[in-house]
């Protein structure tokens, strides 16, 4: 049986070094909304070259970690704590 797509919205500053917003999400509408949400919110930031917004699929944050891992580099560990232990 195949694995439900889970969407991860995540926000990168690059002025930290890491992520500074991730969510999960399991209805793809949501995921959109809230995607559309976050960039009219930091497209409207006097600082909007210096965040990257993006929705990326895949079936665990693990598997976002391998694929974007960039993101998560020099990302506090701590942050995510949340996000694996509830898979």
């Known amino acids: 049986m195949a694995q439900s797509l889970i969407h991860f919205l995540l926000v990168y500053s ?3 070094g890491r992520l500074i917003r991730e969510e999960e999400f399991t ?3 949501m995921a959109v909304t809230a995607y559309e949400a976050a ?3 930091f497209r409207n930031s006097d600082e909007v070259a210096r965040f990257e ?3 990326v699929g895949a079936d665990s944050i693990e598997t976002v970690m391998r694929t974007h891992g960039h993101y998560f580099k020099d990302a506090d560990e ?4 949340d996000l694996l232990a509830s898979h």
């Open 53 to 55: 917004v993006v929705l």
């Open 14 to 16: 690059f002025d930290a």
């Open 39 to 41: 960039e009219a919110e």
């Open 78 to 81: 701590a942050m995510f704590a």
């Open 27 to 29: 209805d793809t509408r």
